[in-house]
């Protein structure tokens, strides 16, 4: 499967945006997916995964990560952004049964969209 992430920019904090991960060569809904943020001079960290039979999960009291099988599209909605969240954000598929918070265990990753936010 290779993975499309969009939606990133520059917003203000209390702003809200969401991030789209758009797939193809593969269905979203056989795989975990997730999204994970990585901030300059730090480790990637997951932020939301989603089971595959899972529609709708909140994370994190802001964050809501969504699939949409029609589509073939995973979702994060972001609210009350703060500047600490000024990342780059990326969408993973995992082959897996858990969702695993370690990036190795995707086998699959979007290019990474930066969401800046200011203070």
């Known amino acids: 499967v290779q993975l499309q992430a969009s939606g990133g920019g520059l917003v203000q904090a209390g702003d809200s945006l969401r991030l789209s991960c758009a797939a193809s060569?593969?269905?979203?809904?056989?795989?975990?997916m997730a999204w994970f943020r990585q901030a300059p001079g730090k480790e990637r960290d997951i932020i939301a995964g989603?089971?595959?039979?899972v529609q709708k999960v909140s994370a994190q009291g802001r964050f809501i990560i969504s699939r949409d099988n029609a589509k073939n599209t995973v979702y994060l909605q972001m609210n009350s952004l703060k500047p600490e969240d000024t990342a780059v954000y990326y969408c993973?598929?995992?082959?897996?049964?858990?969702?695993?918070?370690?990036?190795?265990?995707?086998?699959?990753w979007g290019q990474g969209t930066l969401v800046t936010v200011s203070s």
């Open positions: 060569g593969g269905t979203i809904n056989n795989y975990i």
């Open positions: 993973a598929a995992g082959e897996g049964e858990w969702i695993a918070s370690t990036p190795d265990l995707y086998a699959a």
């Open positions: 989603i089971a595959r039979s």
